[in-house]
């Protein structure tokens, strides 16, 4: 879990400071699509323990199911973790990224812990090509930065390494963003999809129902895209300042 400092990085800390004007791929979402009801800083909302699970067992199963069925394995990251990752099986190496020390510390499939703010940075302190696998479960609608997450996870991934999205329609309405709480089930794959479409990295995204549509609990969605060539690893990109005199 290396810091890094890239000329790709640096390239990225002047590319995108905002939604408005400098980051064009946000060009297109309605006005006031990624704010939210709370604005205090999510440290502060995240700072209390919440041991549960924030949805019903027969959702957990699905993604677990989805895990499985993927093959992920390896040196696996989850994004926006807590004390509970939901694979079956743990990979050989989970570093759960999260806001609470101590949920984070209480995940057992973890064999490491991060606590990172990805609404105030989103860029991931790992190397280039890093990580076998992503997840991020019930937590892509509380990003204000998702296209920005997105390309991060895209340069810590090996080529051909799955981002997988879980979500379900419950969430804390005050620190999830206006666009999502404004959308339903089938917009919100449409949304995670357009994030994979706008980010730089990925293969065409799935988009599936994960639970039956007669499912009497939490409904569980899921969209998924692989790492493809695209995004230059460190190595690249010091040949190309290299190239380039810089």
């Given at each position: 879990m290396e810091p890094r400092d890239t000329g790709l990085e640096r390239d990225r800390r002047a590319r995108v400071s905002d939604h408005g004007g400098v980051d064009e791929r946000y060009r297109g979402f309605p006005d006031g699509f990624f704010e939210r009801t709370d604005t205090s800083p999510d440290a502060r909302f995240y700072a209390a323990p919440r041991l549960v699970t924030h949805i019903d067992q027969g959702a957990v199963a699905a993604v677990g199911a989805l895990y499985d069925e993927l093959g992920l394995s390896g040196d696996v990251l989850d994004l926006c973790s807590s004390w509970?990752?939901?694979f079956r099986v743990a990979p050989a190496r989970l570093v759960a990224l999260g806001m609470n020390p101590f949920e984070l510390d209480r995940n057992s499939h973890a064999a490491a812990c991060v606590v990172h703010d990805l609404n105030r940075d989103p860029q991931l302190p790992f190397a280039d090509a890093s990580y076998d696998?992503?997840?991020c479960c019930v937590s892509v609608d509380y990003l204000v930065r998702p296209i920005e997450v997105f390309d991060e996870v895209a340069r810590v991934l090996r080529p051909d390494a799955p981002f997988v999205c879980t979500f379900s329609n419950r969430c804390f309405?005050?620190?999830a963003i206006r666009g999502?709480?404004?959308t339903?089930?089938?917009t919100h794959l449409v949304i995670v999809q357009d994030y994979f479409r706008r980010s730089r990295g990925w293969g065409d995204a799935v988009a599936e129902r994960?639970?039956?549509?007669n499912h009497r609990g939490d409904p569980l969605f899921a969209v998924w895209a692989e790492r493809d060539q695209s995004v230059p690893d460190q190595a690249d990109t010091d040949r190309h300042r290299r190239a380039n005199g810089t």
């Open positions: 509970v990752s939901h696998a992503a997840t309405p005050t620190k999502w709480l404004a339903d089930d089938e994960r639970t039956p549509p």
